[in-house]
């Protein structure tokens, strides 16, 4: 049973032109996160969704937006893709604070990015 | 700051014998702690973590953990190694005292290699 889904797995676009990439949720999670992962390196947090609440990462480039229009559904907007930016776009989602699950994150498969 | 340190970039196990990989961590309050594990092209999976309570942490697929306070480790074992273990291994972290929606801070990750 999928609970965290991620389209399209592979994504090809073209420097400079915008990209939107997907993410859903079948756990009613109230936390919703957007990670960027290169080559052979951690995850990073871009940015942070606590319910309709948007949190973003300090050193997260100004190319990179991000919309969540209900609890399930979040998007990751690249604006102006650059070739820096061809990555693993990883979306997870976490309970909140407080719950016995103790903020366990879930991760979707990640979407493969590749700008030409 | 928080961090999380991985010392290994690959470890190498025979099929059968007990593994182990490493991670230290720093927080300036108590830690959670988590292991993921990632296979090429996929999204992270949760292995177990430390919240509270007892020191050794039992997960998925025959893993455990060990909390170890004095030393700030938090190293992932398992008894007797599969081939399809091979994988990258993430340690993360993040401060209890931080309010939710925080990013885990993941250290570099460990290849994990078990020849049969």
């Known amino acids: 049973d999928a609970m965290v889904i991620q389209n399209p797995r592979y994504q090809v676009t073209q420097f400079g032109k915008p990209v939107t990439l997907s993410c859903s949720q079948t756990?009613?999670?109230?936390?919703m996160y957007w990670y960027q992962q290169k080559s052979s390196q951690a995850p990073k947090l871009l940015f942070h969704?606590?319910?309709?609440?948007?949190?973003n990462e300090a050193d997260t480039p100004d190319n990179f937006q991000s919309r969540r229009p209900n609890t399930s559904f979040c998007f990751l907007d690249i604006r102006s893709p650059g070739l820096g930016d061809a990555a693993m776009y990883l979306c997870?989602?976490?309970?909140?604070?407080?719950?016995?699950?103790?903020?366990?994150?879930?991760f979707g498969p990640g979407t493969r990015l590749l700008v030409l | 700051a928080q961090s999380v340190a991985q010392p290994e970039d690959q470890v190498n196990v025979a099929e059968g014998n007990p593994l182990t990989v490493k991670c230290t961590y720093s927080?300036?309050?108590?830690?959670?702690l988590f292991w993921y594990v990632q296979y090429p092209n996929r999204g992270l999976q949760f292995l177990l973590k430390?919240?509270?309570?007892?020191?050794l942490v039992k997960g998925s697929y025959g893993f455990e953990a060990e909390f170890n306070k004095s030393q700030t480790s938090f190293h992932l074992k398992k008894p007797s190694a599969l081939v399809s273990d091979s994988a990258l291994y993430f340690c993360?972290?993040?401060?209890?005292?931080?309010?939710?929606?925080?990013?885990?801070?993941f250290g570099k990750g460990t290849t994990l290699s078990v020849s049969s």
């Open positions: 430390y919240i509270t309570g007892d020191n």
């Open positions: 756990l009613n999670h109230n936390v």
């Open positions: 927080v300036s309050g108590n830690p959670y």
């Open positions: 969704y606590y319910d309709k609440d948007f949190n």
């Open positions: 997870a989602t976490s309970p909140p604070s407080g719950r016995a699950s103790g903020e366990t994150q879930y």
């Open positions: 993360a972290v993040r401060d209890i005292e931080v309010q939710a929606g925080t990013a885990l801070i």
